[in-house]
């Protein structure tokens, strides 16, 4: 528990965390000790209720904590929906209970962001190893068809038994498994922003997410065969890529470009079968595609990169707003994006030059650590297979050609500088486009 204690030293919101079998009947206690004199409300819907919300009503009724009749969704469709937004807020405001979440990703982002609405703080027992979004602060949530994320707090403090996780369906542990697995290139990104002089690492936030990732990982068989000691590891992985969100107060400790492709595929309300494509499976799709554009990298190098032409080509700010533009036309809510996004990381030829620079100084050791930091793309691959989460884009309803459209607005999609950003300033984006979609590539397309 010594990572966790170190963790919870530099959190800006939860405060208290409990993991370990059986654990649930201990929410009552921490209610107690961080809502001293007040009331609870158990949110769920009826999976979660029956999983675990039963046994968090038992621990306040012995405790003695006063609480109001459970409040559980019904809707088999249930998602993180402005709809379920109004119902949660509509029943909250008619008590001043602190609620408690049951449940995963949906029902932690609707409690998150109707607390924040009504100014209260709450508790999570999670049921699912599902993603990093627990502990980090930020809901996702679906207005008028579009996902947006709004920043608001963390749970104040988190249960979780990996004994009722493990018994969750497979695959929600998978998409918990691809949105670790996405820390490795995520990390890699940011050795590449530290040597480019754009955004220096962090050792806390680091040591948080990269610290024990590998043994995390390491057996995606166990996972999907619901190994209770393999799903408290992946467990505490995505819960400790929470804290160091809050501790760095920004995602870049554990998101890069590979998440990029999720947040673009949220703005189009990417669906596959019927149902919302889950953030841990738009995610894995991205690994892969960060993963190929790293080894890209390294196989190109920067040793012989020719800086001058470089900055020759580099684009005015109004020539490349132009060709923003021209990329979205058609698509408003990417277009405002992308505009303020790439505003926010555009530098001039002298800003260029310095990057660029800079990467090539660091590149004999930077590649190195680059090469050590990243997982193969093969292994990536079987990795995903084997713990039944998403390994060729088709399996989450995307084309190749939708694919290779979307690497296409990645540049202009987030500020945050990613291994795109360098392909990007250093004119290689035509020649990973041809490595990944063109005769012979990864994802062959005749687009």
């Avoid at 965390?17 to 949110?43: H, N, Q, T, W, Y």
């Avoid at 892969?288 to 700010?317: I, P």
């Avoid at 084309?399 to 360098?422: A, G, H, Q």
Wanted: hydrophobic share 40%; proline share 5%.
């Amino acid at each position: 528990m010594g990572k966790i204690e170190e963790a919870l030293r530099h959190t800006t919101d939860t405060k208290r965390l409990v993991i370990g079998p059986g654990c649930v009947r201990e929410s009552a206690a921490m209610f107690l000790d961080l809502f001293p004199g007040k009331k609870a409300i158990i949110v769920a819907d009826r999976n979660t209720w029956e999983v675990a919300g039963k046994d968090v009503l038992l621990s306040l009724q012995e405790t003695g904590v006063p609480h109001d009749e459970p409040f559980i969704f019904t809707d088999p469709d249930l998602y993180a929906e402005w709809t379920y937004v109004e119902q949660l807020k509509a029943r909250l405001s008619e008590t001043d209970a602190i609620p408690i979440a049951v449940g995963s990703g949906v029902i932690n982002d609707l409690t998150k962001y109707v607390a924040f609405l009504l100014g209260r703080r709450y508790i999570t027992v999670g049921t699912a190893a599902s993603m990093d979004g627990y502990t980090a602060y930020g809901s996702s949530i679906t207005i008028d068809g579009n996902k947006q994320t709004v920043d608001c707090p963390a749970p104040y403090g988190f249960v979780m038994d990996p004994v009722i996780a493990a018994e969750a369906p497979k695959e929600l542990a998978a998409s918990g498994y691809g949105d670790l697995i996405a820390k490795i290139p995520a990390g890699a990104d940011w050795m590449l922003a530290e040597a480019a002089g754009v955004e220096a690492i962090d050792p806390l936030s680091w040591g948080l997410v990269q610290d024990g990732l590998r043994e995390a990982l390491a057996d995606p068989v166990a996972v999907r065969n619901g190994d209770v000691a393999y799903t408290e590891k992946l467990s505490e992985g995505l819960l400790m890529s929470g804290f160091a969100m809050q501790a760095y107060r920004s995602s870049r400790p554990a998101s890069g470009m590979e998440h990029q492709f999720s947040h673009c595929w949220d703005m189009e309300n990417l669906c596959y079968q019927g149902k919302h494509v889950s953030h841990g499976f738009k995610v894995s799709i991205g690994t892969l595609v960060s993963t190929a554009s790293l080894e890209f990298l390294l196989e190109e190098g920067l040793d012989g990169l020719d800086v001058d032409a470089c900055v020759d080509a580099w684009k005015t700010w109004e020539e490349t707003e132009k060709d923003i533009r021209r990329i979205f036309e058609g698509k408003p809510g990417h277009l405002s994006r992308a505009l303020k996004e790439t505003k926010d990381k555009y530098v001039d030829k002298d800003g260029l030059r310095k990057q660029l620079v800079a990467l090539k100084a660091a590149w004999p050791a930077l590649s190195r650590r680059v090469k050590d930091q990243i997982v193969p793309f093969g292994t990536l691959k079987e990795n995903l297979r084997l713990v039944g989460a998403p390994y060729e884009p088709e399996m989450i309803g995307v084309s190749r050609e939708r694919l290779r459209t979307t690497l296409k607005y990645i540049p202009y999609m987030r500020s945050r500088f990613t291994n795109v950003d360098v392909l990007f300033r250093c004119g290689l984006l035509p020649a990973l486009d041809r490595k990944l979609f063109g005769k012979g590539g990864i994802w062959e397309t005749n687009m």
